[in-house]
Each structure stands twice: as structure tokens, then as C-alpha cells.
């Protein structure tokens, strides 16, 4: 009968030991907002529910901030200063900005630029309606293109008359950064952040990585595979995003710095993987400019890996992602 | 010794625990999701085979429809300029989500996730 007793106890904890951790997983909180022309999507786990709201709201509070310092239509940034003004004594962040961006612009032969700004509203991707510009005038552009304008006098950066600095390329990425950073400052056990199409993961799911699915650019409504990160951030570039059609031919938002016409890759889309979210980013628009062969060099340099989507259709993984990509 | 009784009241318990722990784990894989405007939860709705109905609502000065049947829900129409948020399909899955930018309507599915976020 003690035996029996003993059992009987012994099962009852196990019984309840089981139900229990299998109901309550450590407070999962998630958050939407929107700041830089996208949605953010935060979901946090602490220990303390109290951590990962008020980390949540410290996030948007810092991504807002960034908008405001580097967003070329905002009135009070940096960029916009810089843009009309011609010169403007840059914070810190968006100083790191131009110095990644200037490294990159390097290491691509110029089809990494983020002057590139008197195009995109040439074309009209700023806004709405975008059109087909003259080629008499996409010429004239290309000239104030080119990170040549741009320079470092002491910590006051000047740009030439009728250059212009758009940093979309790589603000969406900076955001995760900021986010993980605070992530880190809150005691945040782990999380997942995604600024529209860029994600940061910080930590790991009770010890397994995060999964995080890869669009597919032909169905936005479904996914080509999925990653399986931990601390890392993706970033992704298509040829889907934004686009308009003149006659049969397809015009995408990804403007070649160098002809002045949306670039032809023979890419509708890349994601690249890499320690830190403003370089995924930026390697993602760059990567999608350059096509598949001349990335592998650029990805290697920067320790990034990335998935090519080809306009036929094949997906093409970086060796370093064989162990972490599914395939849908 | 253990008796037959025994035996059968530790196979009971073990049942009820095998059982409890189905109960509460299951029915959290995609039959639910979350409507949100400007960030705030707005409604939440059960998604199931049998309910077959549109979702009419304004928000930021657009009008939407959202439509929910066979287990999942999605952006039927909207007054916005891009319709990016009807791209994204019918959602059933845990963890997917489409938005309308313009408008900050968002859908989630909740549940137990398969996938995390999506890049893109």
C-alpha cells in the first residue's frame, strides 16, 4: 500500500508538472504600431510583464525618434537639413549611417547610393504615382547622384546643390538595431521585431531559434521557406514592393544609380542574414542591384548570408544557410 | 505490491493527465485572430469551418472589408490606393498577419506559432 502511495504522489506532480508547463509559457506579449511608413510588430518575452510592455513602448519610442532624424520628408531631420540646407551637423546614429553607407558604396562599385534621392522623385517612387521620366531628364539627374556629393567637414556633412540623401534603404534595419539594444538594456529574455520587411530576433525560443518565413515575390500571401535564427536580423529587397507598369514593361522602386533605370538583376528579390540589422538591410537593396554572381563577394565581406529569389523562379541559398533554411 | 486496483487507478490518473494536457495545449494553432486599428485591439474573432461572414469598418477615413469564412480571414476590399493588403490572401495560419498601411488596420492570427515573423 506505501509503494501505491508513493506512486500515486509521484504521478499526481507529474501529472500537474505537465499540464502546467505545457499552458503557461513564459508571457509572450505582442505589440503593433507603425512608425517609418510601415508596420512594427514586436512580440517580447520576459520574465515580467511589466518589462517587456514598458521595453515594447521604449522601442516605438526610439524607432520614432530615428524616423525623425533620418527621414527625408520629415521637416525637423537631419537629412531633410541637410538635403535644403545643403550642410548639417549630423547625430551620431545617422553619422553611422553615411559611414556604413560609404563602405558599402565602395565595396559595390557605386550601385550601393544613397544619393540617390533626385532619382526616386524623378521616378515618382516617393509618392504615389509613379511614372516613366523622360530620358532627357533621367540623364541631367544622374549627375547630382553619386556619393561624391556628400561630404565630411569636421563632423558638418555638405552636400552639393541638387544632390539629395535618402536613407530608406537602410532606416527599416537601424530600427531593429534600436529595438534590440533596448531589448538588451530591459532584461528582455528574447524577442522578435519586424519594421516592415526587416526582422530582428534576440534570443531564442525556450532554446530552439525563431522560425521566420521568407515572402514568396510572386504570392505575398504565401512564403518560399523559412529561416531558423537567433540573434540575428534579415532584411529583404523585391522587385514586388513597389512597382508600376508602362505598356508591358514592369518599373520597380530599385533605381541603378548608374543608368538612372530600375536596376535588371535578373532578381525579384533578396533577404540577407547578418549580425546586424542596418547592414542586412543595406546589403539586401545592394545585393538586389548587383544580381547573384557579384553579391557573393560583398555578403562574404560583410559575414552575411543571404536567399536569392531569380526572376525564373529558383531559389538560391549562401552555403552558410544550409543548416538554418526550410524550404516551404 | 500493487494490486489490480492499483494498476487501474494509476492508469486513470495517467489518462486524465495525458488528457488535461491535450486540453490545454490544443485548440490554440490558428483559430483565433485579432483585428487591430492604429495598433489597438478592435476584435478579436473565433475562426471556424462554419462561420461565413464580411466584417465592414473605417478607420483613418478608409473603408474596409474583411472577410472571414473556412477557418480563415483576410482583406476582401479596401479604399486605399496600393491594395497591398488584399495581396495578402486568406489568412489561416498562427502567426500570419496583413496590414492596410493606410489605413492601420492590422490582422493577426493568434495561437501557437509555426512561424515568428516574415521578412519581406
Known amino acids: 500500500m506505501k509503494t501505491f502511495k508513493i506512486i500515486s504522489v509521484i504521478l499526481v506532480i507529474t501529472m500537474f508538472t505537465f499540464t502546467l508547463t505545457g499552458c503557461i509559457s513564459v508571457n509572450e506579449l505582442t505589440q503593433t504600431d507603425y512608425s517609418m511608413g510601415a508596420v512594427v510588430t514586436q512580440t517580447v518575452t520576459a520574465i515580467h510583464e511589466s518589462n517587456s510592455t514598458q521595453a515594447m513602448q521604449k522601442v516605438i519610442e526610439e524607432i520614432n525618434k530615428l524616423d525623425n532624424l533620418i527621414s527625408y520628408r520629415s521637416k525637423d531631420s537631419d537629412i531633410y537639413k541637410l538635403n535644403t540646407q545643403g550642410f548639417c551637423e549630423v547625430d551620431a546614429l545617422v553619422r553611422r549611417m553615411f559611414v556604413i ?162 536596376t535588371e538583376s535578373g532578381l525579384i528579390s533578396v533577404s540577407v542574414i547578418c549580425e546586424s540589422g542596418v547592414a542586412s538591410d543595406a546589403l539586401s537593396s545592394a545585393c538586389f542591384a548587383l544580381g547573384y554572381a557579384d553579391s557573393l563577394a560583398v555578403l562574404k565581406a560583410y559575414g552575411a548570408e543571404a536567399v536569392f529569389v531569380t526572376a525564373d523562379g529558383s531559389i538560391i541559398i549562401t552555403d552558410g544557410l544550409k543548416s538554418v533554411w526550410k524550404a516551404e | 505490491m500493487l494490486k489490480k486496483i492499483d494498476i487501474i487507478i494509476i492508469l486513470a490518473i495517467l489518462f486524465t493527465a495525458v488528457l488535461l494536457f491535450f486540453a490545454f495545449n490544443s485548440g490554440g494553432d490558428g483559430t483565433e485572430a485579432v483585428i487591430e486599428i492604429d495598433g489597438k485591439l478592435y476584435k478579436t474573432i473565433s475562426l471556424s469551418e462554419k462561420d461565413e461572414y464580411i466584417i465592414v469598418l473605417a478607420a483613418n477615413g478608409i473603408h474596409i472589408k474583411i472577410s472571414v469564412k473556412n477557418n480563415s480571414i483576410g482583406f476582401l476590399q479596401s479604399d486605399c490606393t496600393d491594395k497591398t493588403c488584399i495581396s495578402f490572401g486568406m489568412l489561416s495560419k498562427a502567426g500570419q498577419m496583413a496590414t492596410c498601411l493606410p489605413a492601420r488596420v492590422n490582422i493577426r492570427i493568434t495561437g501557437k506559432k509555426k512561424i515568428d515573423a516574415v521578412t519581406g
Open chain 1, 101 to 262: 553607407s560609404k563602405g558599402l558604396w565602395e565595396n559595390t562599385d557605386g550601385m550601393f547610393d544613397i544619393t540617390i534621392l533626385p532619382l526616386v522623385r524623378l521616378w515618382g517612387f516617393d509618392g504615389d504615382k509613379p511614372a516613366l521620366p523622360d530620358k532627357a531628364d533621367i540623364e541631367s539627374t544622374l549627375k547630382a547622384v553619386g556619393l561624391e556629393h556628400l561630404n565630411d567637414d569636421e563632423g558638418v556633412f555638405l552636400l552639393n546643390d541638387g544632390s539629395g540623401v535618402d536613407l530608406s534603404a537602410m532606416g527599416k534595419g537601424a530600427a531593429c538595431d534600436v529595438a534590440v539594444g533596448i531589448y538588451k538594456k530591459y532584461g528582455i529574455k528574447s524577442a522578435v521585431i519586424s519594421v516592415g520587411g526587416s526582422v530582428g530576433v534576440f534570443g531564442t525560443k525556450n532554446g530552439e531559434p525563431f522560425l521566420i518565413g521568407v515572402r514568396d515575390p510572386n504570392d505575398t500571401s504565401k512564403i518560399i521557406g523559412t529561416l531558423a535564427l537567433s540573434n540575428k536580423f534579415v532584411s529583404t529587397s523585391g522587385s514586388y514592393e513597389k512597382f508600376f507598369t508602362d505598356g508591358d514593361k514592369l518599373y520597380h522602386h530599385i533605381i541603378n544609380p548608374k543608368t538612372g533605370y530600375p
